[in-house]
Every structure is written in C-alpha cells, then in structure tokens.
C-alpha cells in the first residue's frame, strides 16, 4: 500500500491512503514518510474518477474523496461488508 500512496496515477494513490488508513486505525505504525505523503495527498486538488455505482461515474478532488468524513463511510461499510474485523 506505500508503493500505490506513492503512484503518480491519483487513483492508486488514493486507495494506498485508504488502506494505509484502515491499517492506522487497526493499530498498526505506519512509517513516517508515508503519513507524510498522506498528509501532502489529503491536500490534492487532482482529479479522480470515482464510482457512483455500476452505471455512474464520477469525477471527485482527492482532498474531497479523503475528507474524514468519507473516510468513515468507507471504514464502516468494509466492517459491515466482514472485511474488517
């Protein structure tokens, strides 16, 4: 997950910071440098496409799809889901 926070391709990246995230909140040290670069990328105003379901995409600022507030809905929908435990 630190090589996709470090891509230069904004969706991968994001899912690196959100699965860094859900790992940070499982207890587990992330190093320095990366929450370093997440910091830098909650700050992106980049572009991504984002999906809104099977048939709608859409496009998303980074620093909007890693607010904390989205990041909740994420974490709590991958408990629900029995991805996280």
């Known amino acids: 997950m630190a090589k996709w926070l470090k891509s ?4 991968i990246a994001t899912y690196g910071y959100i699965g ?3 790992l940070k909140r499982k207890g587990k040290t992330i190093e ?3 929450l370093q670069r997440m910091t830098e990328l909650s700050e992106f105003e980049i572009q991504l496409n984002t999906c809104q379901g099977c048939i709608f995409g859409v496009t998303e600022q980074v620093k909007d799809v ?3 507030k989205n990041i909740n809905q994420i974490y709590r929908s991958f ?3 029995g991805w996280i435990k």
């Open 8 to 11: 230069i391709n904004p969706e």
């Open 66 to 68: 890693l607010k904390n």
């Open 32 to 34: 320095k440098i990366e």
């Open 79 to 81: 408990q629900q889901s």
């Open 20 to 22: 860094l995230e859900f």
